[in-house]
């Protein structure tokens, strides 16, 4: 029996294995409102198999977004057409769904990706004022950002709030905050971005406050029956930056508070980063915080092989795997991990004849 195919509770979510699909920008909404690409891509993942799908890196407000192309949840546009794209997605899917809540602080006002990426300078088309807890830019040559006041702060939480609300409202089963990859909940966390003198920097505690309260408005303001987790990076990878010890402080705040997971992937925050990239690379990160709180803790990174991810999930490394580019370049990866182990899987009735004859019992017949 694989464990990467055994059930597991997330809060009050019934998961049926063990497999996420990770959050995805895909850099192609048009002012925060998802197009039919994100139909095409999120309807392909629906069918993937896996337990649950994350919905990429929705900005709370416009300000918030990594690039002018980034999906967002901030008005009534934006809602609706959130809305529209998971109402087909349920109609031939029945996967959990859960939305990627995020601000990118002072990483926000770029280029798509594939243009390149940059910065886009404030006061040129696409392109604005970036916020974030220091005025201290990401890189050089980026411009300043303007150090939030209590006043912005509270707008930040609300918005977050507010985003948490309309997600309840679409149908979301589950919200991940992100508070990774050096965007605004990952810059109050870090020393080496929030240089701070209030109450929001210096101690460890002053640097969790702003993100907990986070977590604390968008838990009180999303059904109690549905899971909020975070997305945390364990490690800046960077001498004098935030840790896995500092992690794992922050990942025991969290499940006090009421975190429902915790999904652990690094980096991000500072150029100077030096990441030992290869397979399961985060996987340790991983463990260090799966042995200090008692909810359930998500890899993700290099996760490729069918193998690799039982035995993260197995050996108690952690309890589920995401999988991003991996389940791009195979959509159907839970379905081949399924035959691989003599497991089942969900299909659409439409494709139930694509079980190969080895594998007659793939599917997982009028669940
Ligand atoms: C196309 C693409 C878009 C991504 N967008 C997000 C995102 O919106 N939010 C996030 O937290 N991580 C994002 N990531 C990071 C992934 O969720 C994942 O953590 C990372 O790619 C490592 O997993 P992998 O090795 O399976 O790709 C993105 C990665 C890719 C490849």
């Given amino acids: ?5 055994s059930p597991l509770r997330v809060g009050e979510l019934e998961l049926v294995n063990r497999i996420i699909i990770a959050p995805m920008c895909q850099y192609s909404a048009v002012d925060g409102c998802m197009s039919d690409w994100h139909l095409i891509h999120l ?8 337990a649950l799908l994350t919905v990429e890196a929705t900005s709370v407000l416009p300000e918030g977004r990594i690039s002018y192309a ?17 109402v087909s997605v349920r109609r031939w899917s029945d996967i959990p769904i859960a939305v990627q809540l995020a601000h990118a602080g002072r990483k926000g006002s770029t280029e ?18 970036t916020v974030a807890p220091s005025a201290l830019p990401f890189l050089p040559g980026d411009h300043v950002p303007l150090a939030l006041d209590h006043r912005q702060l509270r707008g930040v939480r609300e918005a977050f709030a507010n985003a948490a609300r309309r997600a309840a409202r679409v149908g979301v089963d589950a919200v991940q905050l992100h508070g990774a990859h050096g965007y605004l909940l990952h810059e109050f966390l870090s020393p080496l971005s929030n240089r701070r003198t209030d109450e929001y920097g210096g101690s460890l505690e002053n640097r969790m406050r ?19 987790s975070m997305r945390v990076s364990g490690t800046d990878w960077v001498e004098g930056g935030w840790d896995i010890a500092q992690s794992v402080v922050f990942a025991q705040a969290l499940e006090a508070h009421g975190c429902a997971a915790i999904h652990v992937s690094s980096g991000g925050l500072d150029a100077a980063q030096r990441i030992p990239v290869g397979p399961s690379y985060q ?5 260090a915080i799966k042995a200090a709180v008692r909810v359930p803790v998500i890899a ?6 069918f193998e690799q991810a039982e035995a993260i999930v197995s050996t108690g490394d952690a309890d589920l795997i995401a999988l991003a580019r991996t389940v791009l370049f195979n959509p159907r990866w839970p379905w081949h991990a399924a035959a691989h182990f003599g497991a089942r899987v969900r299909s659409p009735d439409q494709y139930l004849r694509a079980a190969p004859r080895q594998h007659p019992d793939l599917f997982d017949i009028g669940h």
């Fill in 1 to 5: 029996m694989s464990t990467l195919f």
């Fill in 70 to 86: 980034d999906v967002g949840l901030w008005n009534d546009a934006t809602e609706q057409a959130m809305a529209r794209t998971l």
């Fill in 210 to 228: 702003f993100p907990l309260e986070v977590f604390d408005a968008v838990r009180a303001a999303f059904p109690a029956d549905r899971p909020v």
């Fill in 112 to 129: 798509v990706p594939w243009k390149g990426g940059k910065q886009i300078a404030v006061g040129t088309i696409n392109g604005w004022q």
């Fill in 283 to 287: 996987v340790p990160l991983a463990r």
């Fill in 300 to 305: 993700v990174g290099l996760i490729t092989g």
């Fill in 43 to 50: 309807g392909s993942l629906a069918l993937s198999g896996a």
